[in-house]
């Protein structure tokens, strides 16, 4: 087995006398019998590594990555390229081994990246306060619902239907403690702002704030200056749900008014990884900037006049503050904000909106030819950034079934999460899709809705390693 | 002084390349009208990728982590990471799934979940585990929902948890966050709960307990099974902080105590890195009255032996987090376990206790002992001695940066003034565990020489003492740049 234990016997034989014991079970002679296991684990035996790494590669070798298919599913986790400088970065153990940086003198390296990260979020939300990182983009949600309500004093939040289901289900969980169920807003392809303003005026006490997805969950690119006004005149906060990377294109939230955007940064250097580690962050607006959660990192001087960065305002954080904390959260994801700031460091300031404009297009090429399919109309029917949702004349689930035999990942079926949505398929392109794989996708859709599976290419593997 | 990605950006320069483009180049007013564009680009850096390297490489060379040296940061478990659990997490099998792919294409990273949930299930002495938690307070708060659900449940709606004075910050916010009281309990003269005050504050109000054993204070609570009794007879439920796992793995599970729910730090007990404050994982194990109120999905192994998700659960607290959990931590914990297996894993127990004993054994004349008793993976001793010589303990933390040795966790718990607490962890040689006692030596010899030498320490790092307090009082908490307009709040 292996073996990350040290000491030579000789090394025990020294150290039990420097203790002045003469085993290590005497060490444990406070704890009571009636609490001791008395039995060995009932695990399985320790391995060698090459035996460990045969185990682990027979496991992964039982999947079958979405990277080695032509993926069009997306909904919250898309297969952008990740660049090998950033797992080059990340990969560091200087700072992949590091702890939180406590101790600021000897960690320069992690506050200096994260301090740019922050302003890396802010340049990219347009709002002048971001933290070090959240879980992921549900979680990030909820404290952001717990951060308006502590603002406003109100407890309710009205949430569209376009924000993702996933999110909407955390927020629910998360604040079932401390707040009443979100009220829902109707959402086609974008949302309905009459639905919303009606809520709004319905709901006699204002909410604490209101929460879109831009872009929705169905790809569709919401007015959110519209839902801002509607918001801020019920006296509630506006809460944007966003893509970072789509903010190469979109108007940022800070520019229509948002207090608060949180979102999911997987796109932004990360892998897939079965859905986590991802990437939550949080911006705010200056007045909530002593209500955001987590950390946050600051510039300062030595005693010398040097410049250096320290952890801040942590008399909002649970270690100081405890029970009068703005949140729990104490380890954040701050590995995963590392490789986003490398990403978008790579990506820069034009390319960021280059990649941007051409997931796009791509996206824009590939409903124009879905939609000339028999039967297969745009859900989705106006502008979309990288993902867009398409009715079909079959339910989504069966054709996407049919599709996997055939090398496709065709997309999420939208019924998976919204009743009477059977036949809607949301569909992402990132810009490791080529036109000759969507045209290949294109003609086994039309094969599979034709009920001969057998028409289109068999695929050629995107990436398989 | 270094300068900041941004501030090395050059304009025109680029590090990214792109796929030209293959489809027609529609115009952006018909991809997306103006109202909904951005008008002015994100101000990000324009480097090489050579100037990225350079500068992510320096900023690496002013970081610390375990592969640097010891980092004895008591309560939080800083272990080494093997190697191994980060080839294992890039295998594309595992890293390149979609969490949305139909489960046929997934089953080896079901098989990997559900076994890693039996795993930590025995190893905690439970019925069932989630691993949805993406960190420890993260398992704080999913505990706490599941005992709301589950007094719920028998139509009770009790308000308060009890937690003890020399608990983790994160729990009375967790337990806030939760939507319940806490109640702090005190300690006794050996460092465990105090028995007297806990019947005190035992009502049909209780909601539950939360609880470090061995505490953090690093001793065992010997009294457990009389507190879970007690709990109990209340109908409250005990939670298991299990930030202090690595000293009973093997010897004494949190189940047999009498706790009723567990949570897991993959990234202490279980090697995972942590990543310069994250991402951990926080599962947590159940006792089986709890089950039916587990986050979904759940992973359910179907008649043909294939395994599934499924939401199946009304009673479900519902879901923590989006999709299933931290998942290329998680591989990294099982590869780890499974390196070790059980008899591994009780060895790693027996050493990390070994190695706080005897560090404690080498200093603790140099300081006051709160509680002179057997520690367990860590100990707590008082800086207070140093107060005469007009130091405190930051200043010893601070000095230990110039003899190269990372500090120990410093104030923490409350009760003891001056704390300094030390957990060395079991993958520290012996070399290594005296140069940390010789240094701590070095330090309290210093501050009886020359204070000064404490009180303006540290003095060979990057930087020295840096001004936390001007920090929090004006927070600069991102880059401005020269184009930046000003205005009374300083941003945009």
Known sequence: MTDFVPHSDDDLRAMLDAVGVSSTAELFSEIPDGVRLGRPLDLPAGLSESELFADLERLAAQNTPATSLISFLGAGAYDHYVPAVVDAVIGRSEFATSYTPYQPERSQGMLQAIFEFQTAICELTALPVANASMYDAGTALAEAVMLACAHTGRTGVVVSDGVHPEYRQVLCTETAGCGSPPTPVACGAVTDL???????????????????????????????????????????????????????????????????????????????????????????????????????????????????????????????????????????????????????????????????????????????????????????????????????????????????????????????????????????????????????????????????????????????? | MTETIFERSRPGRRAYSLPACDVPELPLDELVPEALRRAVPARLPEASELDLVRHFTELSTRNYGVDSGMYPLGSCTMKYNPKINDRVAALEGFRGLHPYQPEELVQGALELMVTLERWLSEIAGLDATTL????????????????????????????????????????????????????????????????????????????????????????????????????????????????????????????????????????????????????????????????????????????????????????????????????????????????????????????????????????????DVPYDRRCMHEFVVSASPLKEHGVRALDLAKRLLDYDVHPPTTYFPLIVPEALMIEPTETESKESLDRLIAALRAVVADAARDPELLLSAPHDMVVGRLDEVGAARHPVLRQTFPDDLPTPEGDA
């Not at chain 1, 801002?228 to 809460?239: E, K, P, R």
């Open chain 2, 132 to 367: 949805q938690p993406a960190a420890g307070a993260h398992g704080e708060l999913t505990g706490l929902l599941l005992m709301r659900a589950y007094h719920a449940a028998q139509g009770r709606s009790p308000r308060r948890i009890i937690i003890p004075d020399t608990a983790h910050g994160t729990n009375p916010a967790s337990v806030v966050m939760a939507g319940y009281e806490p109640l702090a309990v005190g300690s006794d003269a050996r460092g465990e709960m105090s028995i007297d005050e806990l019947r005190s504050v035992l009502s049909d109000d209780v909601a539950g307990l939360m609880l470090t054993n061995p505490n953090t204070l690093g001793l065992f609570d010997e009294h457990i099974v009389e507190i879970a009794a007690l709990v109990h007879d209340v109908a409250g439920l005990l939670y298991y902080d299990g930030a202090n796992s690595n000293a009973v793995m093997g010897i004494s599970r949190p189940g047999d105590m009498g706790f009723d729910i567990v949570h897991f730090n993959t990234h202490k007990t279980f090697s995972t890195p942590h990543g310069g404050g994250g991402p951990g994982a926080g599962p947590i194990a159940v006792r089986d009255i709890l089950v039916p109120f587990l986050p979904t999905p759940v992973i359910e192994r179907q008649a043909d032996g294939g395994l599934r998700f499924t939401s199946d659960r009304p009673q479900s607290i519902g879901k923590m987090r989006t999709f299933y959990g931290n998942f290329g931590v998680l591989v990294r914990a099982y590869t780890y376990i499974r390196a070790l297996g059980g008899e591994g894993l009780r060895q790693v127990s027996e050493i990390a206790v070994l190695n706080a004993n005897y560090v404690f054994a080498g200093v603790s004349d140099l300081f």
């Open chain 1, 194 to 465: 009459e639905s919303l303003r009606a809520v709004l005026q319905e709901m006699g006490a204002g909410p604490a704030a209101v929460v879109l997805q831009q872009p929705n969950f169905f790809g569709g690119l919401e007015d959110m200056q519209a839902a801002s006004a509607l918001a801020h005149d019920a006296g509630a906060l506006l809460i944007a749900v966003v893509d970072p990377l789509s903010l190469g294109l979109l108007a940022p939230p800070g520019e229509y008014g948002a207090d608060v955007a949180v979102g999911e940064a997987q796109s932004l250097g990360g892998h897939l990884d079965f859905g986590g580690p991802y990437l939550g962050f949080m911006a705010v607006a200056e007045p909530l900037l002593r209500r955001l959660p987590g950390r946050l990192v600051g510039e300062t001087v030595d005693a010398q006049g040097r410049r250096g960065f320290v952890l801040t305002l942590q008399t909002r954080e649970q270690h100081i503050r405890r029970e009068k904390a703005t949140s729990n959260i104490c380890s954040n994801h701050a590995l995963n904000a590392l490789a986003a700031l490398v990403y978008l460091s790579w990506l820069g300031k034009q390319g960021l909106p280059e990649l941007a404009v051409l997931c796009a297009r791509k996206a824009a090429y590939l409903r124009a030819r879905l939609t000339q399919l028999p039967g297969v109309t745009a859900f989705t029917d106006g502008p979309v950034f990288r993902e867009f949702a398409v009715r079909l004349p079959r339910p989504a689930a069966a054709v996407a079934a049919a599709l996997v035999e055939q090398g496709f990942l065709a997309g999420l079926d939208a019924g998976r999460f919204y009743d009477g949505l059977d036949d809607v398929l949301v569909v992402a392109v990132t810009e490791r899709r080529t036109r000759a794989e969507m045209d290949a996708f294109v003609d086994a859709l039309a094969g599979a809705l034709a009920g001969d599976t057998s028409v289109g290419q068999p695929p050629q593997a995107a990436h398989d390693d």
